[in-house]
C-alpha cells in the first residue's frame, strides 16, 4: 500500500495506464469495461486482446479518492 502523498490519510490506488494501438486510446484500466476475462476499450469498443498484441501498458496511475490526488506514472 502506498499513501497518498498530498493528504497522507489513505492509500492510492494505482491502475495500469494502457495503450491501445488500434485507435491509440491511452488511458487507466478502470475507464476500460470489464469484457469476460480481459476488457473493452472505452473509444473503439474493441475488446483488448493480449494474444494478438493490442495494447501494452504504458504507465501507472495512482489516484486517492480522499483528496482527488492523481498522479501518472510512466515507464522509464
Ligand atoms: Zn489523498
Ligand atoms: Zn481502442
Redesign the pocket.
Known amino acids: 500500500m502506498i499513501e497518498c502523498p498530498s493528504c497522507g490519510r489513505s492509500p492510492v490506488e494505482r491502475a495500469r495506464v494502457v495503450h491501445?494501438m488500434?485507435?491509440a486510446?491511452v488511458g487507466p484500466l478502470y475507464d476500460f469495461m470489464p469484457e469476460g476475462s480481459s476488457y473493452r476499450?472505452p473509444?473503439?469498443?474493441?475488446i483488448l486482446n493480449d494474444g494478438a498484441d493490442d495494447s501494452e501498458i504504458v504507465g501507472y496511475s495512482y489516484h486517492c479518492s480522499a483528496c482527488g490526488f492523481e498522479q501518472v506514472e510512466g515507464y522509464e
Open positions: 491501445h488500434l485507435c486510446y476499450c473509444k473503439c469498443h474493441l
